[in-house]
């Protein structure tokens, strides 16, 4: 069983940043972590499930939903099993509990991605 588990949020001021982890362990099917598509999706109060970005494992491929691009970050350290989303120039509207998952390709259906964690909470004020 793959098990995800993030952390790094916390309540700051618009502007500031914030870097999250994705600390990861086990394995399904064979494959081990650097072979898995690595993902941030968030949710932000009364609204649905947000893709936010993801990192390929075979090379430098990222995707970033457009109101992020420019602001955040991921990146991968596959010698530790963990995954980062660097948060710079916050915004209100960044709100939200953000959630790390893994799957197999490189795109923004969470419905593809096979394992998920629980979620750290950002909040953003202004």
């Known amino acids: 069983q793959v098990r995800l588990v993030e952390s790094g949020g916390g309540l700051v001021q618009a502007g500031a940043s914030l870097r999250l982890s994705c600390a990861t362990s086990?394995?399904?099917?064979?494959?081990?972590?650097?072979?898995?598509?690595m993902a941030w999706f968030r949710r932000a109060p009364g609204k649905a499930r947000e893709f936010v970005a993801a990192i390929n494992w075979n090379g430098p491929s990222t995707l970033y939903t457009d109101s992020v691009k420019g602001r955040f970050s991921v990146s991968r350290d596959n010698a530790k099993n963990t995954v980062y989303l660097q948060l710079s120039d916050l915004k209100s509207e960044d709100t939200g509990v953000y959630y790390c998952?893994?799957?197999?390709?490189?795109?923004?259906?969470?419905?593809?991605?096979?394992?998920w964690g629980r979620g750290t909470q950002v909040t953003v004020s202004s």
């Open positions: 998952a893994a799957g197999e390709v490189l795109v923004s259906n969470g419905g593809v991605y096979d394992f």
């Open positions: 086990g394995a399904a099917s064979g494959r081990t972590f650097d072979k898995y598509v």
